[in-house]
């Protein structure tokens, strides 16, 4: 579900969110996540494996979701500039992450940014 189909994230029960934007970022990733990673997952694992440091079981678990629903971004949101989908990412890493996670998220995302088709891969509708 985009992001822009979130009907309300502030009334999902025992999440973490208030009136810090990050907190609604949370949301909207775990819902991201949730209804639109799954079905891309092998393919976000892949995109991802050329720009780890690690083989991607190794990843810390926050990172790795971290990871695949900012890969997802940059690959299937043409609505949402390479530059943002990072930085979304980093502030989510900065907020629930390891001391050192944003730092590592940027990095990968970045390298993830670069090896991307120029095109994008396709929309945020799409589902196969």
Known sequence: MPR???EDPQRLPGLPVDDHPVGR???ESLVICDS???ARLEGLD???GSALDRP????DPVERAIL????YELLYSPSVPPAAAINEAVD???SIGA???LRYVNRVLDRVARSAPSGRIGSDASTG
Request: proline letters at 4%.
């Open 99 to 101: 001391e050192q996670g």
């Open 25 to 27: 970022i949370f949301v």
């Open 56 to 59: 991607i079981e190794r990843v």
């Open 36 to 38: 639109l990673v799954p």
């Open 68 to 71: 695949r629903a900012g890969t």
């Open 92 to 94: 989510l890493a900065k």
């Open 4 to 6: 822009d189909q979130v």
């Open 46 to 48: 892949a995109q991802l």
